[in-house]
């Protein structure tokens, strides 16, 4: 059995202190920092890092901009060289590559390391896919070891800083879109009229089908609980991720059609009329007299 | 300038009216029949055929679909070898194709003519989009010359039966996706927040741009009656020959990403809350705890 | 353990043949007819009718539109009241309430059965997704029970006839989505130009993140015979079914811009040039001097 | 009749060298700056502001990006308090917030103006989009009265520094949107079969429809060069605003699905290969069995 790191791990919300205690279990010694004092083993940043046997490996897990940009200013002046900082985050890859840069400045590691799980982490384990130097990700590899889940999948080194993040954020643009085509197969289905059962449809489909997928098990589970969604109304947030991704395909000149509908969908879901359909509904007035309803 | 011919015209609503009006200013005698008497000059489809001279030409101006079969039934009851039908109406071209086998069964003629122009026609001129062979066309060509606008552009024969209604459909398939572009293009600058003059930006483009266009000319008149589009809520209909251009692009596999986005914001715009969202919604709140809008 | 049934089975190619076989493994008794003498248990369908004993059910396996159409006009003839048919093609949901109706007017009964699993069912199990009334569902349940895959799911009596070739028609729709998804992450994964290592990265997925699914681990099989896909070209096929899909949306006025972009992808990876393509070059020449790639 | 002011113009390709023409047919005497000295008035911008009467109006016409923010960065130099710089390329409204602050810090103005027009411009007019202070955009007025065509539109002041060029921004979004429009209408109508005349029926479109427009015209104008198109490859490049119109409609939260689907179809245009088309080639094959082509 590996025997255990020591290492800080900076946020301990609903995510990080999830994984402070998978890390524990796993026989890590984890010193946590949060703002708020009630969740932090340390008093201060500077205390956590004075805490910490050389070479140290502090854990970033806090939301990203500038919070994540904040601490890791604060960890450039507080940590030594050959210490290491693993940004857990949500951070955008171009930040990444600027953040190595700078704590490369000082002599310190960085690796870059996007997370998938959700509340279901602690127990099965969170897929880890990160970016840095080979020897920037030995150094963390017993963590990731224990975060991620049993057996052969999970983990992935997938190349230079920022890599992690970047195949993060197209896990969840690729996430958009399956859940997208599950939304819109289950409209069409309703609107129909000829399926009497439509939770038993998509229940059947968990094994055997083409489709068969843990998305699919969520939503039926969804369904177990509120058979015709009655008590959730058809309004999509979007984290950073799904923005993140159509944006590197324009950059990167590739076509996107399907997640960047997806994203699309659920910024309409959050309108409560929508200025473009005015002017739709405007012209269709002016050149053919049809009727328009009055706000 | 040329002679006027005699003709019949079935259907005298707000478009049927005004084409018999500007047929009649062009030296046509026009006999108009109506279900609604008050509209009509003739007592029954029968007394219609019987006060019009052979070879008879006429023009059926009622809604596609049912009342336009039945009327193209009734008609091939009444006509004689040597007339001729013309469909103005907005019907699907396969419904065509089968309408000329029935007439030509009993040796009466059949054009489709696909209208665009709306209620600027009677002043303006139609433009019209024909179907049917060389010789049917003919005999009707006084009336289309009469119909559509002054000068070079405004008619065309397209093509076999089915043509004029196909080529009218993609015409509003077209329109579709242009009213879409502006509309999408006026909701990114209201939302800008840098735009502090929105209606005099759509105006100056009238001149000078890549974008002017009829339909631009026509949003600035919008515009100019309530700037913010106040008074007209985001709910937009459709009409069949959206749907049917998505359909005959499926069956020509014929990609039409544009278009179909076009008619698909257009259903969204009539939901007051979106099954596929509540699934997306849903789905969010089971992998990562989300927090759902509650009905 | 449930005895065995004795059944027909009209088609026995890849599909019919592998299911015959998975029904014998379970105790059936299955006559098989195939146009084909070399696989066919039968010398015409009249003989296969004669084999059977009444109340006869006749599966029927054949490709969907007209050769479904033609074998169902041949069983109205041959088979007699009491019996029961299932078509467990492809067929369209229109299609089978025509036949139901054809059926039914000879005291026939009719189930429509969809049928996922392709290659992988004969070990697996099929998912199966059934239209008709209880009681002719009930004739045939013991096969529905050997076809499907252990366990609770992989089966389902969705509603009426038709009910069973809508929802397959949806889950294929809902697999176009899926696949697309999965083909746009990996194209800007490519295009990156950050990530070394692909495959291990989409293998890296199978285990902890929101993404995993059956369809995720089939492309990592493909990625470890070909990483780069340097084999392959990006041509793809679509069947009846996606486009119903779309058909079935425009009809109910459902919004499903991500399975039809999926569709959409496929005919334009099928077209050497685009005609589309030349009108936008065509344009930018026009209008700005834009130089355009010549033919 | 307005008296002519003295002017910069630094960048006289195509663009500049004709704008330039039709401000001194209107009656302005203009200083050109080239990097070509065969084109250029001044030896050097230092010669160019040298020469010109305080205040000076200097007017930037070259490439966005890099060469824009030099050739700013110079003048911020060279110019004096209460010299104008007008940015009439095609920048980025960011940058044009940034140009601003930078200026503004010597006493310079700033004013962004988007300009449409193309090589119709010298003879038509150009339409012009400006962004900036009242009384910096009024320094300019007497050029931009000169540049605009003839009339009452074509101008227009649409907000604070950066809002020209983001409505001019937009206004190529549209763009991309109606010339797609009219694309996938013209590959739909071939593709048809039943249409024998194409280039007859989009020429017929000019009046009386409506889709008539400036790109109709032009449509009609490559058509009659070459009705099939066939000497043009479907191959459409982009230039950055359709870009940045995607990325400004994701950083406000709003659904362009249209324009997007546009920009998506150039991407794809220029691909001999697509490799997320590879991926779903790959899956049919793992999962149905189905052939795949073959490199």
Same mark, same amino acid.
């Given at each position: 059995?590996?025997?255990?790191?020591?290492?800080?791990?900076?946020?301990?919300?609903? =995510?990080?202190?999830?994984?402070?205690?998978?890390?524990?279990?796993?026989?890590?010694?984890?010193?946590?920092?949060?703002?708020?004092?009630?969740?932090?083993?340390?008093?201060?940043?500077?205390?956590?890092?004075?805490?910490?046997?050389?070479?140290? @490996?502090?854990? @970033? =897990?806090?939301?990203?901009?500038?919070?994540?940009?904040?601490?890791?200013?604060?960890?450039?002046?507080?940590?030594?060289?050959?210490?290491?900082?693993?940004?857990?985050?949500?951070?955008?890859?171009?930040?990444?590559?600027?953040?190595?840069?700078?704590?490369?400045?000082?002599?310190?590691?960085?690796?870059?390391?996007? @997370?998938?799980?959700?509340?279901?982490?602690?127990?099965?384990?969170?897929?880890?896919? &990160?970016?840095?130097?080979?020897?920037? @990700?030995?150094?963390?590899?017993?963590?990731?070891?224990?975060?991620?889940?049993?057996?052969?999948?999970?983990?992935?080194?997938?190349?230079?800083?920022? /890599?992690?993040?970047?195949?993060?954020?197209?896990?969840?643009?690729?996430?958009?879109?399956?859940?997208?085509?599950?939304?819109?197969?289950?409209?069409?289905?309703?609107?129909?009229?000829?399926?009497?059962?439509?939770?038993?449809?998509?229940?059947?489909?968990?094994?055997?089908?083409?489709?068969?997928?843990?998305?699919?098990?969520?939503?039926?589970?969804?369904?177990?609980?509120?058979?015709?969604?009655?008590?959730?109304?058809?309004?999509?947030?979007?984290?950073?991720?799904?923005?993140?991704?159509?944006? /590197?395909? &324009?950059?990167?000149?590739?076509?996107?059609?399907?997640?960047?509908?997806?994203?699309?969908?659920?910024?309409?879901?959050?309108?409560?009329?929508?200025?473009? =359909?005015?002017?739709?509904?405007?012209?269709?007035?002016?050149?053919?007299?049809?009727?328009?309803?009055?706000?």
């Amino acid at each position: 059995m590996r025997s255990g790191m020591e290492l800080g791990l900076v946020g301990l919300g609903k =995510m990080g202190g999830n994984m402070a205690e998978r890390l524990r279990r796993g026989g890590h010694t984890v010193i946590g920092y949060d703002r708020d004092p009630g969740l932090s083993d340390a008093g201060s940043l500077a205390e956590l890092v004075e805490r910490l046997p050389a070479p140290r @490996v502090v854990w @970033v =897990m806090v939301p990203a901009g500038s919070p994540t940009q904040a601490t890791i200013e604060q960890l450039a002046e507080l940590l030594s060289p050959g210490d290491l900082v693993v940004d857990g985050g949500n951070s955008h890859y171009v930040d990444d590559q600027r953040h190595a840069v700078e704590l490369k400045a000082k002599g310190i590691g960085f690796v870059d390391c996007g @997370v998938s799980g959700g509340v279901w982490g602690l127990e099965n384990g969170y897929a880890l896919m &990160v970016g840095g130097s080979a020897d920037d @990700v030995a150094k963390a590899q017993p963590v990731f070891d224990t975060l991620k889940p049993e057996g052969e999948f999970g983990f992935v080194h997938s190349g230079e800083v920022g /890599a992690g993040h970047f195949v993060k954020m197209v896990h969840n643009g690729i996430e958009y879109g399956m859940m997208q085509s599950f939304a819109e197969g289950y409209e069409l289905i309703k609107a129909s009229g000829i399926v009497t059962d439509v939770p038993a449809t998509f229940k059947s489909w968990q094994e055997g089908t083409v489709i068969r997928s843990w998305l699919l098990d969520l939503l039926n589970r969804a369904l177990a609980d509120d058979p015709d969604l009655e008590h959730i109304r058809g309004y999509a947030s979007d984290s950073g991720e799904g923005r993140w991704t159509i944006q /590197a395909a &324009v950059d990167h000149a590739v076509p996107l059609p399907a997640i960047t509908a997806s994203l699309f969908a659920r910024f309409a879901s959050r309108q409560d009329d929508s200025p473009a =359909m005015k002017v739709v509904a405007a012209l269709r007035n002016q050149f053919g007299g049809h009727a328009v309803v009055k706000e």
